[in-house]
């Protein structure tokens, strides 16, 4: 008998199609002390300029208290959330990364065939840990300018008589668009009436500026419906290594359930330090954001200039159609010591995602991607 198809039939029937998320290959693989190699990730989308000083300064006294288990209520950070945000830490979560409570969402509340409905492209948890509960996911594909077509939306939420989840990652992951306040006013009250809404915002201190950007909050408050509103330290706040998210709920009820199925120390001691400490340095977030957005749209502008499309972007990267194997590019730019993620879902095999790094690191890639393209394209204005 062949034991690994033996084994195989063993998982639980939704396993096994479930396809592994592409974390990509950590920089810490490249170099070895024999062979030092400096590579540039923007790949991932972290924070270039690291985590706030602060943080850094409580973390290197609190790795002493390494052998106490952390609080596994998280009670202080919740605390603190919900006085910055104005709500209950009842109805705060605190997670391992908000991908944490992404999967907690999907255990709690999903049973076989359920309807989740999901933008196409979009996050790829989103999709594996709702199939993972034999989910019937349903996409809905973003639009030919590559931003949101809420005119799409708005039709398949009124088709839709049964829906379980909403599941919106706004801005996109990885396309960057957004949809605006009134589109996303729009779309929440054209669900029906007892679909959970999960709002992932894990780029929401990037676009918080933009005067279109949806005040989430506001648009949820009156709704009698459930809510989940995600958010993340690993962007922004630069604390991805740390792994520490969390999850602002419509009811404690949903909090109660969530807690039901979660890990009882799924925040570790030093992501609950460095998050609460990150939370009083507004100055390194200010700052943070201030240099990202700026630089966002001086290499959207620059590649655009080149004809090739990039995809409107609210966040900290950039969403661009090579109009080749995008797997082609990622490895000739990784050849050159840099490294962005080849999109690899099916309709959107052309598309590289690129953080914005440091200038010294967007340069690099622009010069590189540049080189490449010209290299490849018969028509490509090699003199701009
Ligand atoms: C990065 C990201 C997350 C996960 O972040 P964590 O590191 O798990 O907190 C969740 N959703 C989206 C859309 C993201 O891009």
Redesign the pocket.
């Known amino acids: 008998m062949d034991l690994d198809l033996d084994l195989l039939s063993k998982a639980r029937r939704s396993v096994r199609n479930l396809p592994t998320y592409d974390a990509g290959i950590s920089i810490d693989r490249f170099s070895s002390s024999d062979n030092p190699r400096v590579i540039h990730n923007l790949s991932?989308?972290e924070n270039p300029f690291g985590m706030s000083p602060r943080a850094l300064a409580a973390l290197q006294v609190a790795v002493q208290t390494g052998a106490i288990y952390p609080d596994g209520d998280c009670f202080y950070l919740r605390e603190k959330l919900g006085e910055k945000l104005g709500v209950a830490p009842e109805r705060i979560i605190a997670?391992?990364?908000?991908?944490?409570?992404?999967s907690l969402i999907c255990k709690v509340f999903i049973n076989v065939g359920d309807k989740v409905l999901i933008p196409k492209p979009?996050?790829s948890?989103?999709h594996i840990y709702a199939a993972m509960m034999d989910a019937e996911v349903i996409e809905v594909p973003i639009d030919s300018a590559l931003n949101f077509n809420a005119t799409r939306w708005l039709e398949t939420l009124r088709s839709l008589h049964q829906l379980k989840i909403l599941m919106l990652?706004n801005?996109?992951?990885?396309v960057g668009c957004s949809l605006t306040h009134t589109e996303l006013s729009l779309m929440v009250n054209a669900c029906p009436s007892d679909t959970l809404l999960v709002i992932?915002?894990?780029?929401v201190e990037y676009a918080a500026h933009e005067p279109e950007f949806p005040r989430v909050f506001e648009i949820l408050q009156n709704q009698e419906r459930p809510w989940i509103v995600?958010?993340?330290?690993?962007?922004a706040y630069g604390?991805?290594g740390m792994?520490?998210?969390y999850g602002i709920c419509s009811h404690s009820t949903i909090t109660n359930l969530l807690n039901r199925v979660r890990t009882p120390y799924n925040v570790n001691r030093l992501a609950q330090i460095a998050a609460i400490q990150s939370l009083d340095d507004q100055q390194h977030l200010a700052k943070t954001v201030q240099f990202t957005v700026s630089e966002k749209d001086r290499m959207r502008d620059e590649i655009l200039s080149w004809g090739i499309a990039v995809a409107p972007s609210s966040?900290n990267f950039l969403f661009i159609d090579i109009e080749a194997p995008s797997i082609k590019v990622a490895n000739y730019l990784l050849s050159q010591n840099v490294m962005v993620k080849a999109w690899r879902g099916v309709g959107y095999e052309s598309f590289i995602r690129v953080s914005i790094g440091h200038q010294y690191q967007n340069e690099l890639l622009l010069r590189n991607l540049k080189n490449y393209l010209s290299e490849q394209i018969l028509n490509f204005p090699v003199a701009l």
């Open positions: 991932v989308n997670g391992n990364g908000s991908e944490d409570i992404l979009t996050f948890l989103h990652a801005p996109s992951n990885p992932d915002e894990a780029y995600l958010r993340t330290f690993s962007k604390l991805a792994r520490v998210g966040t």
